[in-house]
């Protein structure tokens, strides 16, 4: 006899999280199955640094939701309010207008609600002084339209999660990797198979959520969907999304949707394993880019470093350095700029870092073409002009007549001691996947939902492409994961 559940969660990241405890909530009966062990639980939700876009106010409106807030940080604080409007407009403007109207729509106007409706389930937010604000006269500005993360990062939302899924009545299996979707005779799911050394299990349910995770970990589906060479792309998270939840919702007839040859992807130590490390987790990101320089191997600029914040760039430029020879890059900064980065992602022990006196050394430590990288910094520290550095604002401190540009944030790089930080192409999920609607339903090639199928977080497309603002991936698993788990409990019938 198979076992009969309300709901099946497939996979134990932020957005089968959100599904399980929205489905619990409502009365259902429900069982999340997660293929990775438990010492590899929270997929890649575990390895971010939990900092989740939202709609907010400001100051005052985020105060009764954060921790940790002193009197004397809150009056030296400056956070303008995030509306809706705003959030759909740095969608449409990082997408080029392709993000799917309706689900962008929704992920914006529910993403505060989302985050109250997690903190009422257990999980605890701060404000992100430490990556998304810059002390400048005194005062902490926030910049980037990013304020609001998980307290303990993404280690923290997935204890966070898993306990508030253990209060609330779901049962959690690790180590069950869903093979197949059962249907019944009208197409309908009806459950799943799990794959086990004595053939596959069957489980029951009224409602399956599919929440596990894009194809990054996939090397043969990234270079067939992605394109050549991202087959050798580093894989910053879980590897364990290797595209199952999509190939068995296509194998149903699910629609394919969004960006399939395109993805999340960043600059990442070159030094750093081929999947994720459970411990340092986000710390292999370089994201200092936009105070200093980056070149190729052959001592040439290719990007405009300060075209927009971070949070604005990070995630499309990762696919610029795969296209450099060797897949490689190098930051460099000098005794100036070196302190605009973060300890966290530039100090921790095990960064791949290279420190010189002078230029000529730090192109020979770092294997750079070193006449050409002198040719490139003598230029470019010409080009900059006098204008006021400010890092929480687009201070328009630019280059010109240097191509690339570099519209904001440029410093002459020319102060001793130099560091240089070799980075690769670190890849973190991936834009294509199935179709949803509004309940998060999947919809079929014609259109009609699939009955009983319902899924969330990176394995759905539509919401993303070509780029990404920074901290969006969180709120929409959580915003169609709620829903997703709402109306596959209320599909009990
Ligand atoms: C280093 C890093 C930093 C990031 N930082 C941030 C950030 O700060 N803010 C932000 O918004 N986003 C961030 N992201 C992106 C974010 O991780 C994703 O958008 C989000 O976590 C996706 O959640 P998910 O639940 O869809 O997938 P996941 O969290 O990856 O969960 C999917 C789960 O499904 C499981 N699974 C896969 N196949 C099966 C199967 N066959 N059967 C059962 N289970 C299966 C996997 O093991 C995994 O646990 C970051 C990503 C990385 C890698």
Redesign the pocket.
């Given at each position: 006899m198979s076992e009969q559940w309300d709901v099946i969660v497939?996979?134990?990241?932020?957005?089968?999280f959100s599904a399980a405890h929205a489905a619990a909530q409502d009365g259902g009966r429900v069982l999340l199955?997660?293929?990775?062990p438990r010492a590899?639980?929270?997929?890649?939700?575990?390895?971010?640094?939990?900092?989740?876009?939202t709609v907010h106010g400001g100051l005052d409106d985020l105060g009764p939701l954060v921790e940790g807030m002193t009197d004397d940080r809150f009056d030296r604080t400056d956070l303008a309010p995030y509306t809706a409007e705003d959030f759909t407009a740095d969608l449409q403007r990082v997408t080029q207008g392709r993000t799917d109207p309706e689900l962008s729509q929704i992920l914006a106007a529910e993403s505060r609600q989302t985050i109250e409706w997690l903190h009422r389930t257990g999980l605890r937010f701060e404000l992100m002084y430490h990556r998304q604000a810059y002390e400048v006269d005194g005062r902490f500005r926030f910049w980037g339209g990013l304020a609001v993360?998980v307290v303990g990062g993404?280690k923290g939302l997935i204890a966070q999660h898993l306990a508030a899924a253990e209060a609330g009545g779901v049962t959690v299996r690790f180590g069950?990797?869903?093979?197949g979707l059962l249907t019944g005779d009208a197409g309908e799911v009806t459950g799943v198979t799990v794959a086990g050394t004595n053939g596959p299990e069957e489980l029951q349910a009224r409602a399956t959520v599919l929440?596990?995770?894009?194809f990054e970990a996939n090397p043969q589906m990234r270079a067939g969907y992605l394109g050549a060479g991202w087959d050798l792309a580093l894989v910053?998270?879980?590897p364990?999304?290797?595209g199952?939840?999509i190939r068995m919702a296509l194998d149903t007839g699910a629609q394919p949707y969004g960006n399939w040859s395109g993805c999340?992807s960043v600059a990442w130590d070159a030094g750093a394993p081929a999947t994720?490390d459970l411990e340092l987790?986000?710390q292999?990101?370089r994201g200092g880019y936009p105070f200093g320089v980056v070149v190729n191997a052959a001592g040439r600029r290719f990007v405009d470093e300060g075209a927009d914040f971070r949070n604005y760039t990070y995630a499309k430029y990762g696919a610029e350095i795969l296209k450099q020879p060797g897949s490689t890059a190098v930051q460099i900064f000098d005794a100036k700029t070196a302190p605009l980065l973060r300890p966290e992602e530039y100090l921790s022990e095990g960064v791949t870092h290279h420190t010189a006196d002078t230029l000529e050394e730090l192109a020979d430590l770092a294997g750079l073409d070193q006449a050409q990288l002198l040719a490139t910094m003598k230029e470019y520290n010409a080009a900059v002009t006098d204008d006021a550095f400010d890092p929480t604002v687009k201070d328009g401190k630019r280059t010109v007549g240097v191509t690339p540009p570099k519209s904001n944030w440029a410093q002459p790089i020319d102060a001793a001691p130099f560091h240089a930080y070799p980075v690769t192409c670190g890849i973190?999920?991936t834009f294509g996947g199935v179709r949803i609607d509004a309940q998060a339903r999947v919809l079929d090639t014609s259109g009609h939902a699939v009955p009983g199928l319902y899924a969330?977080?990176?394995?759905v497309g539509g919401l993303f492409y070509f780029n990404y603002p920074?901290?969006?991936?969180?709120?929409?698993?959580s915003v169609f994961?709620r829903r997703a788990g709402r109306a596959a409990v209320a599909d009990r019938g």
């Open positions: 497939v996979g134990g990241g932020n957005a089968g199955l997660e293929k990775a590899w639980m929270g997929g890649n939700s575990y390895f971010t640094a939990g900092a989740m876009r993360g993404g069950a990797s869903v093979s929440a596990s995770g894009g910053r998270g879980t364990y999304n290797t199952d939840g999340h994720g987790t986000n292999l990101t973190t999920f969330a977080g990176e394995l920074g901290g969006s991936g969180l709120t929409a698993g994961g």
